[in-house]
């Protein structure tokens, strides 16, 4: 198991950047694929960006060009650097880890508690 908790988040303006961190501990996070989700109120979950285990990439067509994700396997850790902020971005941003790297939540089977992310316009 591996257990991940997310901070960084919080209240910007649009057109502001934030940078989300998501610590894991437990089972080595370095063997796992990562990836953030998010779920805005009244919305299903979803897909944001997404990590193999040797940094291979992909985005949500959304957040392409903005989003950068990150880790850091000495330090068990994954990052996800949020510029030119929109409103629309707005949303409980959740970090996950799984054995199988993809787009889809379900593989995903470690999740943290989730990190709030308000932009303002």
């Known amino acids: 198991q591996v257990q991940l908790v997310e901070s960084g988040g919080g209240l910007v303006q649009a057109g502001g950047s934030l940078r989300l961190s998501c610590a894991a501990s437990?089972?080595?996070?370095?063997?796992?694929?990562g990836a953030w989700f998010r779920q805005a109120p009244g919305k299903e979950r979803e897909f944001v960006a997404a990590i193999s285990r040797n940094s291979i990439r992909m985005y949500a067509d959304s957040v392409k060009g903005r989003f950068t994700i990150s880790r850091d396997n000495a330090k068990n850790t994954m990052s996800l650097q949020m510029n030119s902020l929109k409103p629309e971005d707005t949303a409980v941003y959740y970090c996950a880890a799984g054995d199988t790297y993809t787009r889809n939540l379900s593989p995903y089977n470690n999740w943290g508690q989730g990190t709030q992310v308000t932009v303002s316009s």
């Open positions: 437990g089972r080595t996070f370095s063997s796992r694929a």
